[in-house]
């Protein structure tokens, strides 16, 4: 089984809830979990989550980037806890005092596993955030967080939060597939779990791009460690 996280984004001209229950279906038994993000709750509501990720016993990520006050970041994470979601992707850019201290706090009286965005897979990320991603890293490492976000695209980056990180912190890497990444680069960078999202959700046939990524990821990954 492969570490692949598939993120489920629906285009803008598809009927969303049809298009995601259709993917969920088909890639449930392949994936170690589910991310979903601000294209699709925006267009289903919160509420929708729980029903249509009823069928797959697998986590779902709620990836909305969330970047407030500890307080605002709370409510939304108590309103993501009661639609079934297992973990929540916030920026560490906004700090640890009244904002990820807060959220963290909330977060473990959830059980919601939380996640923090130390790197971006798109190059404006060199601009500002990562000028301080070992102040991320330990920020997270502080936090005592579950994981971070650290892109595939960019290799160098997923091995030095590994330095930094030691084996403290799930590494999730997306920009596998559409953005260029090839299977298995990442973990073989150090991440713990590969993010694809098109290159699967918009295939004519999802299931069959799935297994030939986690085919090729699987591949990569032994002949890096060997």
């Not at 709620?62 to 605002?72: C, P």
Request: aromatic residues 4%; proline residues 5%.
């Amino acid at each position: 089984m492969g570490k692949v996280v598939v993120a489920l984004d629906p285009p803008p001209r598809v009927e969303p809830e049809g298009w995601v229950r259709e993917r969920v279906n088909h890639l449930c038994e392949l994936v170690s979990s589910f991310k979903v993000g601000l294209p699709l709750v925006l267009r289903t509501g919160v509420i929708r989550l729980r029903e249509l990720f009823s069928v797959c016993s697998k986590p779902l990520i709620a990836d909305l980037k969330l970047a407030d006050i500890g307080d605002i970041m709370s409510y939304v994470v108590e309103v993501l806890a009661d639609a079934g979601v297992s973990a929540v992707i916030s920026h560490a850019f906004v700090g640890r005092r009244g904002a990820l201290d807060v959220l963290i706090t909330k977060s473990e009286e959830l059980g919601v596993k939380p996640i923090l965005v130390v790197s971006m897979s798109h190059q404006g990320s060199t601009e500002f955030i990562d000028k301080h991603l070992s102040e991320f890293v330990n920020i997270a490492l502080e936090l005592r967080v579950w994981g971070v976000v650290a892109p595939a695209t960019r290799r160098e980056v997923i091995s030095s939060v590994r330095e930094l990180a030691g084996s403290e912190l799930r590494i999730f890497s997306p920009g596998i597939g559409a953005q260029g990444a090839e299977p298995g680069s990442a973990i073989c960078s150090g991440a713990d779990y590969e993010i694809v999202g098109r290159a699967v959700t918009s295939s004519p046939n999802p299931k069959e791009a799935l297994e030939k990524i986690i085919y090729e990821q699987e591949r990569r990954v032994r002949e890096c460690r060997s």
